[in-house]
């Protein structure tokens, strides 16, 4: 991070007052965690299941030059620079939105039900480059992650790209207005968050207000069979990807096998690609990540090399080595329907003479169609393919149900999780194995468990 003297960060956030003797001392990091201050932090008290305000006398300990407050001014520490705001999470997200502004980062911004991440991943490796890039780390792509992304961000950035996440409506809104996106990408519009938006118009629409933060004559990059996202928006170019010959960018020949997936772009003289890992909905990924290489002027030989070798966040469509023989493709990060069957089709396709299990777990936020839409996995279930399933967690039990075959299907309730793990490491041997859910479901234990 570019230093900040402390009278520059009392004007970006607004601050109602401040007590500092040393106003011109300078910070070079910003932390909400007080375990990870030091003697240069500026230290972010945020309000949430517990009270930042009680870990300030830890963060000062640590070596904290100054601290944001938002209560009584009576309360505060006397021991060091404080900057008073009416809310710290607000004056954290003002003061990121100063920082982008003042390093004249561009940005693109990245979201979708699915994808985000690898698209993110995608993305950045093909904007390095050209450029020097800096991108959301892990999943910190909510109110709190996005502003610390760019807070991260190093002084010789030039471009970011941040993913942004969302539960309901206002959410995107609020990060794009603070990142200020000049091309963005929505990756696809699937069934997460279906609790809370209710519909896949729902979802467009809270998805669609990554508009809101970007300025006129920008780009937003979208699938080109999704009518609720291929529109026409005032002020904004839409650029499509897909495998229609009315996309801006078409996929052609899309090819996957265990490790790795290819396909051409029309576009691009019919040009290979390829991609580091299975799947064939990555080449759609895949398809944004290089029309955002495009409008920044990437040259397409770099942005193959860029594809070929880029590096996924973990957890995401990992190949992991096992015990006893297993090859575990761990994607127990996220889930919904759509990806699930998506990487279970993609799974049972594999090539090879091992045998293949499928460990699927729980997905969350589905709203009021959660047995429907757990059910309705089965259709892409082949149990001619697999040796055998093994489904976790509440909602499972509808599959189990849909399934309806006792001798290759097994469930286990969410107390069961110990016997999973057993039966697991007792009978999956020289197998090829798909663990599959939503993060909550907690099935990254089974990943540790079978790795042994």
């Given at each position: ?17 401040y ?29 949430g ?6 870990y ?18 009576s ?14 999470l ?6 990121a ?26 993305i950045?490796a ?7 890039v ?14 610390k992304?760019?807070?991260d961000?190093?002084?010789n ?11 309901g ?24 968050h ?12 809270a998805?669609?207000?990554?508009l809101?933060?970007m ?47 290819t396909?051409?772009?029309?576009q ?6 390829t ?5 064939a ?6 398809g944004?990540?290089?029309?955002v ?10 942005m ?13 469509t990992?190949w ?9 493709l ?44 757990h ?9 001619d ?32 999780k ?15 194995v ?12 089974v ?6």
């Open positions: 991070m570019k230093p900040l003297k402390i009278v520059d960060i009392v004007k970006a956030v607004y601050a109602i007052d007590t500092s003797a040393n106003r011109f001392d300078t910070i070079d990091n910003v932390q909400f965690d007080s375990r990870l201050c030091n003697e240069t932090s500026l230290f972010v008290p945020l309000v299941t517990t009270d930042g305000h009680d300030v006398d830890k963060a000062l300990e640590n070596g904290a030059k100054a601290v944001l407050w938002h209560k009584e001014q309360l505060a520490p006397e021991n060091c620079n404080v900057i008073f705001v009416d809310d710290t607000e004056a954290f997200q003002k003061l939105y100063f920082y982008k502004n003042l390093l004249n980062v561009r940005v693109v911004g990245v979201t979708g039900s699915n994808g985000k991440t690898t698209t993110k991943d995608m950045a093909i904007l390095s480059k050209k450029y020097t800096y991108k959301t780390q892990g999943n910190y792509n909510n109110d709190i992650g996005v502003p992304t760019l807070l961000m190093p002084e950035t030039q471009v970011a790209v941040v993913e942004m996440g969302m539960d409506f206002n959410q995107i809104n609020r990060l794009s207005h603070i990142a200020q996106p000049e091309i963005s990408v929505i990756t696809l519009i699937g069934d997460s279906l609790e809370f938006l209710k519909t896949r118009e729902g979802i467009a629409k998805k669609l207000e990554i809101e933060g300025p006129n004559e920008s780009v937003l990059i979208v699938p080109q069979n999704e009518p609720l996202l291929n529109q026409t928006f005032d002020g904004i170019t839409v650029q499509t990807f897909g495998v229609s010959n009315e996309s801006t960018l078409q996929l052609l020949d899309i090819q996957t096998s265990e490790q790795e997936t396909f051409k772009v029309q691009f003289s019919d040009s290979q690609f991609l580091p890992i299975i799947g909905y990555n080449a759609l990924n895949a944004a990540a290089l029309l290489g495009q409008y920044f002027g990437v040259a397409v030989n770099n193959q090399e860029a594809l070929a070798t880029f590096v996924l966040t973990a957890n995401r990992q992991i080595k096992g015990m006893n023989g297993n090859d575990v761990n994607d127990a990060y996220n889930a919904s329907p759509t990806s699930m069957k998506a990487i279970l089709k993609d799974f049972q396709a594999i090539d090879t003479t091992m045998k293949k299990y499928a460990i699927l777990g729980d997905m969350r936020e589905l709203g009021e169609n959660t047995s429907a839409l059910e309705s996995v089965a259709q892409a279930i082949n149990l393919v697999l040796e055998h399933v093994y489904l976790y967690g509440k909602e499972m039990e509808n599959l189990y149900t849909a399934l309806n075959n006792r001798d290759k299907v097994s469930y286990y309730p969410l107390n069961a110990d016997e999973l793990i057993k039966d697991c490491q007792k009978h999956i041997r020289d197998a090829k798909l663990v599959k859910s939503s993060f909550g479901t907690n099935l990254l234990e990943v540790e468990a079978l790795k042994g």
